[in-house]
C-alpha cells in the first residue's frame, strides 16, 4: 500500500490537505497579528447600558437602568447581585446584556451591584447586608418607581441574601422572587467544605490578620475548583485567537472572572460559621441580627434557575430551594450551562433569558 | 472531505478538552481529602500572617519616608467617595425638581417616565389576578 492510499484510509482526502494547510498558514500568521492586538488593545466596554446611579454608600450601589420602551410593566426588578462580583456579568454588551434584554421586553430594572469594601467596612455583618443594604434599596426603588411591589432577582449569593431578606420580610413588599444558581445546603459544596474544615479552617484568625477577606484568596477558592481550566482556556485563547467574536466573548467573561471583589471580614465569618459550618439555612435555624430567617415564611412566586453542569455550586446545593419555600407558586428549572453561561453569553440568550421573561410576565402586572 | 476524528486539529482540541477534565478530576479528588484542607489552611495562615506583618512594616516605612500610607490614601478615597455619593444624591434630587417643574434641560433625565400599563403577550400563570 503506498502513502497516498494510506492517508486516504487514515480518512483524510489528499485534495483536502493544500487547502487545509493554508487555512492553517492563514490561522497561524492571524494569531500572530491578532496577538500583538490583543495584548496592546483593551478589551470591550462593559456594563454600558445607560443607567442612574440612584443611591450610593460605601459598599452598596444600587443603579436605575433607564427605560427603553414606550410602555413597562408596573412592578419594578430590584436584581441583587452576588457580594463576590461585578454586576456588569448581566450587562456585557449590547446583544449579551441581560440588563438590555430586560429593558427591551418592557421590564424597568434596577440593580443592586457592591463596590470592594473597605478596611473600616469590615466590621459589616450579615444583618447589614439583608436588614439595612436590601431594605434601603427598595425603600428607594418604591420611591422612585412609585410603586409598592417589586421582583427581586438575586444571582448566586445574591440569591441567598434574597432569600434571607424575603424570609425575614415576608408580609411584603417583595412580589415576585427568582434565584438564579443558589445554595441552599452548604454541606453539598464540597470543595468549599473541605477548603472550611471547621478543624482546620481558623475563620477567626483570618479575619483578624486580614480585615476584609483578599479578592485573591476568594479568586483562587473559584480557581482550585478547577485547576486547569485556566491553562486549558489560554490553549484554547492562542488557537481562537485569529476569531475576534472569540477573543471578544474570552475577554469578556476573563475580565469579570478575575474582576473578584473582597468580602467584608465580619461578613464572611457569618457565612464560614453560620452556612458552611452550620448549615443553618438548609436547617431552618438561620437568623440575622437576631430574628429568624427561615425559608419556609416565603411565600410569594418564586422560580429557582439552576445549571446542569454548575462546578460552584452545585446542583445538590441548590435543589432544596423549591421544596423548603412555603410558596405555592414555585418553579425550578434546570437549563443547559454552568455557573456563569446560565446567566450570560449565547447559552443564556437561547435559554434562560426567554424563560425568565414568559414566568416573569404576567406576574408584573 | 476529511473525517473530524482523524483531523490533526480536532484530535489536538479534544486531547486538551481531555486533558482538561482529567486534570480537574484528579485534583477534584486530591482536595477533597482533610489532608489537602490541613496544608492549605496551614499555608493559608502563615501567610496571611506573614501579609499582615509586611503590611505593618510598610506602613511604618512609608511614616517615615514621609509619603502617604495606605490607611490615608484610603482615607482620601473614603472623602472622594462621599463627595461622590453626595453629588449623585444632588443630582437624584434635581432631576426629580426638574421632572417636577418641567423642565426640559437634559430630556433623558427628565423625560417623562413610561406608563406601566404594559401586559404580556402570553396570559398570564394560572393563579395570577387577570
Known sequence: MNAAAGLELAGLDLADIPGRIQSEVERAIQRSIKGVEYFSASGPSLGSTPKDILHARGTLNLYHYRPVEDEIYRVPILIVMATTNRGYILDMVPGQSFIEFLLKRGYDVYMLDWSAPKPEEKSLRMEDYVLDFIPDCVRRVQQDSGETDITVIGYCFGGVLSLLYGSIFADGPMKNLICFTTPVDFREMKLFQNFADRRYFDVDRLIESVGNVPPEMILSSFEMLRPASRAAGQVQLWENI????????????????????????EYFRDIT????????????????????????????????????????????????????????????????????????????IRRLWPKLDSWLGGRSI | MADKSNDPVAIWQTMVGEMEKGFNSFANQAMASPEFSKVVNQVGSASAGAQKQLGELMEKYLVSMNLPSRAQMIGMAERLQSIEGQLNEIKVLLRQMNAVSGMTQDSVATAPKPPRTKRPTTPPPSGEPK
Do not use: C
Open chain 1, 242 to 265: 485569529w476569531n475576534d467574536e472569540f477573543v471578544k466573548s474570552y475577554r469578556m467573561f476573563d475580565r469579570w472572572a478575575t474582576d473578584t471583589l473582597p468580602l467584608a471580614g
Open chain 1, 273 to 348: 460559621k453560620d452556612l458552611m459550618w452550620d448549615n443553618k439555612l438548609y436547617n431552618g435555624t438561620m437568623s440575622v441580627g437576631g430574628r429568624p430567617a427561615d425559608i419556609a415564611n416565603i411565600k410569594v412566586p418564586i422560580l429557582h434557575a439552576v445549571a446542569e453542569h454548575d462546578h460552584i455550586v452545585p446542583y445538590d446545593a441548590a435543589r432544596h430551594l423549591i421544596a423548603k419555600v412555603g410558596s405555592q407558586d414555585k418553579e425550578e428549572v434546570m437549563l443547559k450551562g454552568g455557573h456563569v453561561s446560565l446567566v450570560a453569553g449565547a447559552n443564556a
